[in-house]
C-alpha cells in the first residue's frame, strides 16, 4: 500500500512538474507593421469606432464594451473553425499611442495584444502584437493568426483611406 502512495505521490508530482515545464516554455509571438499615410488621429479614431468593425474588420468583427484602462471587454474573433468569444482587460490605454489588452487562463493560455501608432513621416505606423502564452500552445495550430492579423491590419489600412479619400488608394 505504501509503495502505491509513493507512485501515486511521485507521479502527481511528475505531471505538475511536466505541466509547469509546458505552461513556462509554451510562447507564440505575432507581429504586424504598416505604414499608413495619415496621422495618429486619424487611424485611431478607426481602431476605437468598434460599432464599425463588423463592416470591415475581418478578425474582429465585434466588441462588446469601452477602450478604457481596466475596463473589461468581450472581442468576438472570427476563426477558420468558427467566431471565438475572447474577454480581455485593457490594461494600456495611451490615446493616440496604445491601447494593450490581456487576458486568458493562467498556464492553460494567456495573450497580451497591443495596438501601437507610431508618428512617421507621411503617416501612422501601425504596429500590432500579440504573445501567447501557456501549455496550450504545444497542440494549439495558431498557423491562421498571422495571416489574420495581417488581414486586419491591411484592412485598419483601407478603412483610413476610405474615410480619407473615399477610395482605398
Same mark, same amino acid.
Given at each position: 500500500?505504501?509503495?502505491?502512495?509513493?507512485?501515486?505521490?511521485?507521479?502527481?508530482?511528475?505531471?505538475?512538474?511536466?505541466?509547469?515545464?509546458?505552461?513556462?516554455?509554451?510562447?507564440?509571438?505575432?507581429?504586424?507593421?504598416?505604414?499608413?499615410?495619415?496621422?495618429?488621429?486619424?487611424?485611431?479614431?478607426?481602431?476605437?469606432?468598434?460599432?464599425?468593425?463588423?463592416?470591415?474588420?475581418?478578425?474582429?468583427?465585434?466588441?462588446?464594451?469601452?477602450?478604457?484602462?481596466?475596463?473589461? /471587454?468581450?472581442?468576438?474573433?472570427?476563426?477558420?473553425?468558427?467566431?471565438?468569444?475572447?474577454? $480581455?482587460?485593457?490594461? *494600456?490605454? &495611451?490615446? @493616440?499611442?496604445?491601447?494593450?489588452?490581456?487576458?486568458?487562463?493562467?498556464?492553460?493560455?494567456?495573450?497580451?495584444?497591443?495596438?501601437?501608432?507610431?508618428?512617421?513621416?507621411?503617416?501612422?505606423?501601425?504596429?500590432?502584437?500579440?504573445?501567447?502564452?501557456?501549455?496550450?500552445?504545444? /497542440?494549439?495550430?495558431?498557423?491562421?493568426?498571422?495571416?489574420?492579423?495581417?488581414?486586419?491590419? $491591411?484592412?485598419?489600412? *483601407?478603412? &483610413?483611406? @476610405?474615410?480619407?479619400?473615399?477610395?482605398?488608394?
Amino acid at each position: 500500500m505504501i509503495t502505491v502512495l509513493k507512485w501515486g505521490a511521485g507521479s502527481t508530482a511528475l505531471l505538475l512538474l511536466l505541466f509547469a515545464t509546458l505552461a513556462l516554455t509554451g510562447r507564440k509571438t505575432f507581429h504586424t507593421e504598416i505604414h499608413i499615410p495619415a496621422s495618429p488621429e486619424i487611424v485611431w479614431e478607426v481602431l476605437m469606432d468598434t460599432k464599425s468593425y463588423p463592416a470591415w474588420n475581418p478578425v474582429f468583427i465585434e466588441v462588446e464594451g469601452s477602450y478604457r484602462n481596466g475596463a473589461k /471587454v468581450v472581442n468576438k474573433v472570427q476563426s477558420p473553425d468558427g467566431v471565438l468569444t475572447i474577454k $480581455a482587460r485593457i490594461s *494600456e490605454f &495611451v490615446p @493616440l499611442r496604445k491601447l494593450r489588452q490581456q487576458g486568458g487562463l493562467s498556464g492553460l493560455l494567456t495573450f497580451d495584444h497591443s495596438w501601437e501608432l507610431v508618428p512617421v513621416n507621411g503617416g501612422t505606423r501601425l504596429i500590432q502584437l500579440e504573445i501567447d502564452r501557456g501549455a496550450y500552445l504545444w /497542440v494549439w495550430d495558431s498557423s491562421w493568426v498571422q495571416p489574420a492579423y495581417q488581414q486586419t491590419s $491591411a484592412a485598419v489600412k *483601407e478603412r &483610413v483611406l @476610405l474615410l480619407l479619400h473615399g477610395s482605398d488608394e
